[in-house]
Nanobody, 123 residues
C-alpha cells in the first residue's frame, strides 16, 4: 500500500522558517518524481514544487519560488520542503505527493497524496 506521511507542521510567525518532511513507503520511491501541494478550506490544491527522481532538478510555483526548497533523501525514502520567509498567506494544509512526472505537462499532476500537515503563519 502506498503511504505518504507528512510531519513538521506547526505555528510560526511571519518571516520565520519551517521544514516539512514526508516519509514514503509501499512503492519504489527512487523511481518516482515527488512533490508538494497545499490546500486551504474551500479551495482546490495549489501545486508548490516537484523534484525529479535523482533530486537534481526541481520546479516551483511562482508563489514560493525563492522562498521554498524541495529536496529528497532516496536512502531514507523522504521528501522535504524547507520554507523560509513565511507569510500569513502560506497558512494551509501541506501535502506530499507522488508526481506523474517532471515534464512541464506532468509536474503539476500526481496520483497519490498524504493526509497533510498543517502550517499556521500568524503573529
Amino acid at each position: 500500500e502506498v503511504q505518504l506521511v507528512e510531519s513538521g507542521g506547526g505555528t510560526v510567525q511571519p518571516g520565520e522558517s519551517l521544514t516539512l518532511s514526508c516519509n514514503a513507503s509501499g512503492f519504489g520511491f527512487v523511481n518516482f518524481d515527488m512533490g508538494w501541494v497545499r490546500q486551504t478550506p474551500g479551495k482546490g490544491p495549489e501545486w508548490l514544487a516537484t523534484i525529479n527522481t535523482g533530486g537534481g532538478t526541481a520546479y516551483y510555483a511562482d508563489s514560493v519560488q525563492g522562498r521554498f526548497t524541495i529536496s529528497r533523501d532516496n536512502a531514507k525514502k523522504r521528501v522535504y520542503l524547507k520554507m523560509s520567509s513565511l507569510r500569513p498567506e502560506d497558512t494551509a494544509m501541506y501535502h506530499c505527493t507522488r508526481a506523474l512526472g517532471i515534464t512541464e505537462k506532468l509536474r503539476h499532476q500526481y496520483d497519490r497524496w498524504g493526509r497533510g500537515t498543517q502550517v499556521f503563519v500568524s503573529l
